[in-house]
């Protein structure tokens, strides 16, 4: 059983999934993402990942055999267990509970090659369709806190399949860079009686608009003010809401739209970034952030190796202003589907 | 000039280092750190570095030549300038504040093969002598919050030059790591009225010790219980201290044989990995936090390419239990400086 350990002194939750346990030569050894080879996530080999929870299917088509459009399934390898209790206690100084939670795999699309920019933007709705039907889904389960959704695209962001394919985890807790996005826009919340988010749609579509990247009518994509990584980027809904199952299906249809847009001027600046996308929405109990949040996605191209004294400061030198990030982002043109897959 | 800005729902602030601005294809071209090639900081090249600004030296060798054991410099591509005032300001509905600040590079040996785990003692403790020096000379400009010193150790964890090197950073803030230490720290000294980094000393040197890497007269290394990464370490003071510059020289010597011994058990069970270390110290002008705060080193492997969503979540899932971690540790066995060096 992984279990979940609170740092003492910053409160901080790790998971220390000891069933993944490795010995210091599994880390010295060099670990190559396999291509081309055998893949789990292909029409066709069904029967290699665990019973699918979720998929979008032709009419005919039987559970686990080929037909469909998005899959989900439990991850085989997953950092938390989905049974049990929390058992939540004190270990001498310390805290820890049980790693209960759901790992889950979203497979986005039967074609092992597609991506984002390749896709057409009715087969991303779907995919966000299937994120919506399992928040809803996992919320009924009072254990859970939070609903993490994410992406590792190429292996220098984490992947270790070439599949496209996002990742759920379910939480007993809520994750500390939300926690601290929740405390921050309640704070300007008590002082403005607004909505911190909504004020950065508001400032960054209107006017001279130096950090805006894209718009369409229901999403603005903007380099954050102060972006932690060069060409990182900010998806957010222009309309007030806190929780990413609520979007409207027009906006599913204009989140797809943009996300299709945004990952193609990247590959088209960046010449196909590995990168890193997560969906940052509200908790799942938290009634009161329903003002002050406001859900986004937060979208990280993984470029620099800079990536050292980070981890033990939480402080991030930037080599690009967002100003001129955006800039390259707004300018480039968007290579047809076509022209993309045979790249 | 580089720009502080901060991120108006975290409140994170991020140096943008508009100097060292680069375009997308400098991301997408591969850097690779010149090896055996020329080193700016080995002895004879030191006019390929601007002036030193301390350096502990034999009785007859002249400033910026060779002769000297431990070499402090302003680092030729800062993040931050020295010169000019903070210029706090509103940007829009942000905030931002000139990059002012000092970095600098202490070249730790003429050795340009040497490392912690094969220096002499000695050697180490002149590095730390170092750092000590440098922190009570800039401590003295009111325009810094915080000292920052690190090591990026090897490609994969940052470094950009081979010859051994730490930084520093002095900053006028504190970085968002050390705030959240600190108000941990201070929420439990409030509860307890005891410093929680002397009670984790306490609890991890005392009794079964099951994340006990090493201990000497002056300090304690442990497997933190909740490490982000796997065979993360913390090295402690046993005596309560919140300063660094404040370490009594018989403690300085205590460091150097811990670092030494530490970075030599990390090579045996790692395999001389690339890592990251980092100087938690108590803010510069920060009286109140002398009860409660308890400077530490920490030391992260570069292991895991795992760094994928963890940088949009804060949320971290590790592989191997710092019990099993520090069993390793606990008993690698450190081979001769001699034997460590023809490796």
């Known amino acids: 059983m992984p279990e979940l350990r609170k740092d003492p002194v910053t409160g901080r939750w790790v998971i220390i999934a000891t069933d993944r346990a490795r010995r210091p030569s599994d880390f010295t050894r060099h670990t190559v993402v396999q291509k081309g080879g055998f893949c789990p996530f292909c029409?066709?080999?069904?029967?290699?990942?665990?019973?699918e929870i979720l998929a979008y299917r032709n009419g005919q088509s039987e559970r686990d055999k080929p037909g469909w459009s998005v899959r989900v399934v439990p991850n085989k390898f997953p950092a938390l267990g989905i049974e049990g209790n929390l058992d939540r206690r004190a270990?001498?100084?310390y805290d820890r509970m049980n790693g209960i939670g759901a790992h889950e795999v979203i497979i986005e699309t039967p074609n092992h090659r597609q991506t984002f920019a390749d896709m057409p933007e009715k087969s991303i709705e779907d995919v966000l369709w299937a994120?919506?039907?399992r928040i809803i889904d996992l919320k009924r389960d009072r254990r859970f806190k939070y609903i993490l959704i994410f992406k590792n695209h190429g292996e220098p962001a984490g992947a270790t399949l070439e599949h496209p394919h996002c990742q759920l985890i379910a939480l007993p807790i809520v994750p500390r860079q939300v926690l601290d996005e929740l405390e921050g826009a309640s704070r300007y919340y008590e002082l403005k009686e607004r909505c911190i988010f909504c004020d950065i749609v508001h400032q960054e579509s209107s006017g001279e608009e130096p950090r805006l990247v894209a718009q369409n009518r229901g999403f603005v994509t903007v380099s954050p003010y102060a972006p932690r990584f060069p060409f990182e980027t900010c998806i957010l809904p222009v309309n007030h809401e806190s929780?990413?199952?609520n979007a409207s299906s027009a906006d599913v249809q204009n989140l797809a739209q943009m996300i299709k847009l945004v990952i193609g001027k990247m590959d088209a600046v960046l010449?196909?970034?590995?990168?890193?996308?997560v969906l940052h929405t509200a908790p799942l109990s938290a009634q009161e952030s329903t003002d002050y949040y406001h859900w986004h996605i937060e979208l990280i191209p993984k470029l620099t190796k800079v990536a050292g004294f980070e981890w033990g400061t939480g402080f991030y030198i930037n080599p690009t202003s967002?100003?001129?990030a955006a800039r390259y982002l707004r300018e480039a043109v968007v290579e047809t589907p076509e022209l993309a897959s045979t790249r």
Do not use: I, L, Q, V
Request: net charge negative.
């Open 322 to 324: 967002p100003e001129e």
């Open 131 to 133: 994120f919506r039907d």
């Open 271 to 277: 010449e196909r970034p590995a990168y890193n996308m």
């Open 43 to 51: 029409p066709g080999n069904e029967s290699k990942t665990p019973p």
């Open 91 to 93: 270990d001498g100084m």
């Open 243 to 245: 929780s990413f199952e």
